[in-house]
């Protein structure tokens, strides 16, 4: 995108916070979409961990290279976010366990699949939401991710699996 060179040359230049807003804004709704996918629908906890990778991007915009878009590595600091999130706190099993409580009175399909989503590994939720929610393709994926193409392919395999099963479990 022409327009996010532009404007990563301005912060870099001129440390125009302008710039920067304007990349923020250009990209604040993907990702918390991303986020909230991630995360059962939780809108203030994608918004926190948005608000962390758009802080954290700030921070490491000298060290973007621009050997991919910076879509592309800005959902890579999302990664670690998520990642990092993941391992400092209980909040996946607390929110498991809550959806799972209310799933008899929720019939909605987009509340039965978050619920599932939450029950398959974060490594594989991580592949299915980039693949097929955001749209990269598997190459990009495994780039994003640091892991081998196959690797992508097999565990969006697996997990569209699971998915298939545990949604499948869920209707009856």
């Known amino acids: 995108m022409t327009k996010d060179v532009e404007l990563i040359a301005r912060i870099l230049m001129d ?13 604040q709704s993907r990702l918390r979409a991303f986020f909230r996918k991630m995360c059962g629908g939780d809108e203030m906890l994608a918004d926190d961990l948005a ?60 509340m039965d699949m978050a619920k599932c989503m939450l029950k398959l590994e974060p490594q594989e939720r991580m592949v299915l939401t980039l693949s ?9 994926v495994a780039e994003l991710m640091s892991i081998p193409l196959g690797t992508v392919k ?3 395999l697996r997990a569209k ?10 209707a009856r």
């Open 154 to 156: 097999t565990q969006a």
């Open 15 to 27: 440390d125009d916070q302008q710039a920067f807003e304007a990349l923020v804004q250009g990209h």
């Open 132 to 140: 097929y929610m955001e749209g990269l393709s598997q190459t990009e």
């Open 51 to 110: 608000q962390e990778t758009f802080l954290k991007a700030y921070r490491g915009i000298k060290n973007y290279q621009g050997q991919a878009q910076f879509v592309t590595w800005l959902f890579a600091i999302a990664k670690n976010v998520f990642y990092e999130h993941i391992r400092r706190s209980e909040a996946f099993t607390d929110m498991a366990e809550e959806n799972e409580a209310g799933a008899e009175s929720q019939q909605d399909l987009k």
């Open 161 to 170: 699996e699971k998915l298939k099963t545990l949604l499948t479990e869920n």
